[in-house]
Nanobody, 123 residues
Framework: QVQLVESGGGLVQAGGSLRLSCAAS????????MDWFRQAPGKEREFVAA????????TYTDSVKGRFTISRDNAKNTMYLQMNFLKPEDTAVYYC????????????????WGQGTQVTVSS
């Protein structure tokens, strides 16, 4: 059974920074690509960032490029999302998900999700 636990969310002013973490259980963390999604109130869950199994390839949605950095430490079974220059439109619940495949998929295609961590950016 895979468990994913996000942490690090909170309330921050616009222009500030937060670092999210996603801790995974099990011994297969390093075998899978991992992704971050977010869901704002009244909106669909959307892709934010992705990282390959070894961290060698990263992908970002256009709205966070240059501000967010995804990384992972397979020895610690943990993935991170460093978020800088935060904007009010970044306010959402952020989720991590384990991907079974080479490319980012629609949210409904993921089997394993964390419970989410709330990020609120005030103007």
């Amino acid at each position: 059974q895979v468990q994913l636990v996000e942490s690090g969310g909170g309330l921050v002013q616009a222009g500030g920074s937060l670092r999210l973490s996603c801790a995974a259980s099990g011994r297969t963390f390093g075998d899978y690509a991992m992704d971050w999604f977010r869901q704002a109130p009244g909106k669909e869950r959307e892709f934010v960032a992705a990282i390959s199994w070894n961290g060698g390839t990263t992908t970002y949605t256009d709205s966070v490029k240059g501000r967010f950095t995804i990384s992972r430490d397979n020895a610690k079974n943990t993935m991170y999302l460093q978020m800088n220059f935060l904007k009010p439109e970044d306010t959402a619940v952020y989720y991590c998900a384990r991907r079974a495949g080479a490319t980012v998929r629609p949210p409904g295609k993921y089997e394993y999700w964390g419970q989410g961590t709330q990020v609120t950016v005030s103007s």
